[in-house]
């Protein structure tokens, strides 16, 4: 296996790497020690195109490969960690399985401003009796008319502090082919996002505790 770059990549990373010298890098070490999600440098990463970088242009990202997003995550890091941090919620994770499962009326009710900086997609996957053993979570989606009934908690919810809408995964019924995935905005009604906690990083999460929580059939991924 070659593990040189070719002509192409070396020229995007030394791009990137400009890019997260000149704008990234001042600024890194406070960064580096607040918990909060750098909302500013998220708009100018996405100005340069590097949220999405894996994404169909028709879905507003750029259509890159991985590599592509592995090269941009690894030069803006040797400038200012927490804003690799970004490069990475933006490329890997719960967007990338939104984009990969999501339908075209989700895609344009949300992702515009996830690829903005505007916005940070949340998960929801562990639980306070499964941990993040997705075939044991227990919170359920019940259907009723016009949508679900969400019931449970979630734990250790990436960026839950701040994000507008989380993916969630629930229970619609018995065994693995009753598990699947909602969206739930943040202002949901019978959604509280709890008071923050640590993770070891210095980076924080929030419980989140679903009652009756409504969502429209319109927000399941299933």
């Excluded at 090269?71 to 490069?87: G, M, R, T």
């Excluded at 984009?99 to 009326?105: I, K, P, R």
């Excluded at 990436?158 to 019924?173: D, K």
């Excluded at 019978?190 to 989140?208: A, C, H, I, R, Y």
Aim: negative net charge; contains cysteine; proline residues 5%.
């Amino acid at each position: 296996m070659d593990f040189h770059l070719n002509s192409e990549q070396k020229a995007f990373a030394e791009a990137v790497s400009k890019f997260a010298e000149k704008e990234l890098a001042p600024g890194a070490l406070e960064r580096a020690h607040s918990p909060k999600y750098p909302w500013a440098i998220a708009q100018k990463i996405s100005s340069q195109g590097l949220l999405g970088i894996t994404f169909p242009e028709k879905d507003g990202g750029m259509g890159g490969t991985l590599m592509d997003a592995v090269i941009a995550i690894q030069e803006v890091a040797l400038h200012c960690p927490k804003s690799a941090d970004v490069v990475q919620a933006g490329n890997f994770g719960a967007i990338r399985t939104f984009v990969e499962y999501a339908n075209e009326a989700q895609k344009e009710q949300y992702l515009p401003d996830l690829l903005a900086g505007k916005k940070i997609l949340g998960l929801g996957m562990s639980e306070p009796g499964a941990g993040s053993a997705v075939t044991e979570l227990a919170t359920s989606a019940k259907k009723v008319d016009g949508g679900y009934l969400i019931n449970g908690s979630k734990v250790f919810s990436t960026h839950s502090p701040e994000a507008g809408v989380f993916l969630v995964y629930v229970r619609f019924g018995p065994g693995l082919e009753g598990i699947g995935s909602v969206l739930v905005d943040r202002d949901a009604p019978g959604l509280t996002v709890g008071q923050p906690n640590s993770f070891m990083s210095g980076e924080e999460w929030s419980q989140l505790y679903f009652e009756d929580c409504f969502i429209s059939d319109g927000l399941c991924l299933c």
